[in-house]
């Protein structure tokens, strides 16, 4: 369960998102919207108490953020899978080592230290790996998979890490077409198998409408709409995406296409994104 009263969330004292109001149920697949520094990834990284918590109340499952001891933060972090844009994967090792590396933080340290995983673990790593997909590469080394293929290791990790929460930061926006509709597919799969709840920032808005049972559009510094496919309308959109003009002639579709990241670096200096995004697709014209 995910609570959040009133937070302000900022760099520096500098608040990027005001008074948010979010409660969140265990199983939910929730897609986070929004243009480009939008704060999407301000929300994500808050959720594992990488965010400065200016005002409100913020709770993550048994935990209150903002006032949170070091060995609490850990513990929560342990149950809180992240899937990054890098995949941050060690290339020089194989497919099932990465994944069985998620493990590590559960294990007792000497074990972890040496990496001896028992049967259980190998074969809890071994399913991991047939849910992504990935049984024929096991033994191959990470630098040698494609970006697709990367990412859905990236996924095993984090899924063998157990957590309760997988958070996934843009997870298909360097991916082809077919590539992204794999990776979508395993977090659905994750979501309804495992009840992991997914929370994932999404620039594909045709996504987060298909595979997410819930949407959350970011704009203006707050939540701006928070509610199902369904209830997503066209007025929703044009706020979250800054299309002034109901009627949306071309130049409000260039005004949008500015405001993207697009094959450009992200003004985020925490993540060198360099994405591409269908642009008209993104902002729902
Ligand atoms: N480490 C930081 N220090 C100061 N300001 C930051 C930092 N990271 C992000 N910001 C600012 O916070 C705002 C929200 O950024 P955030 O990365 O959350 O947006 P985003 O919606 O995820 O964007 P993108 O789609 O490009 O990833 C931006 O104005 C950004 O410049």
Do not use: W
């Not at 998102?17 to 990284?45: C, D, Y």
């Amino acid at each position: 369960m995910i609570n959040l009263e009133n937070v302000t969330l900022g760099y520096n004292g500098k608040p990027v998102l005001n008074n948010v109001n979010l409660h969140m149920e265990q199983g939910e697949f929730v897609g986070i919207i929004g243009l480009s520094g939008a704060g999407k990834s301000t929300l994500l990284m808050s959720l594992i108490g990488s965010i400065d918590i200016l005002a409100g109340r913020y709770r993550v499952g048994e935990y209150q953020l903002g006032n949170i001891s070091k060995k609490q933060l850990k513990e929560l972090r342990s149950r809180i899978g992240f899937i990054f844009q890098g995949y941050n994967l060690v290339d020089r090792l194989s497919v099932l080592h990465n994944i069985m590396s998620g493990m590590l933080g559960r294990m007792p340290l000497p074990r972890a230290l040496v990496k001896c995983y028992d049967r259980d673990s190998l074969a809890r790593g071994y399913e991991y790996m047939q849910t992504v997909d990935l049984v024929d590469v096991a033994h191959q080394r990470c630098d040698a998979l494609s970006g697709g293929q990367r990412q859905r290791v990236a996924i095993a990790r984090a899924l063998a890490q157990e957590p309760d929460i997988l958070l996934a930061d843009e997870p298909v926006a360097a991916l082809d077409p077919r590539s992204a509709t794999r990776v979508m597919d395993i977090l659905n799969t994750i979501n309804s198998r495992y009840g992991v709840t997914i929370i994932a920032n999404l620039h594909h808005l045709s996504f987060a409408r298909e595979y997410c049972s819930r949407i959350i559009g970011i704009a203006e510094g707050g939540i701006v709409f928070d509610g199902s496919p369904a209830e997503l309308a066209q007025a929703h959109l044009d706020r979250i995406y800054h299309v002034t003009n109901s009627a949306r002639p071309e130049e409000n579709v260039a005004e949008v296409e500015r405001s993207l990241p697009i094959g450009g670096a992200s003004p985020c200096p925490r993540f060198n994104k360099n994405i591409l995004i269908p642009v008209k697709e993104a902002a729902g014209i």
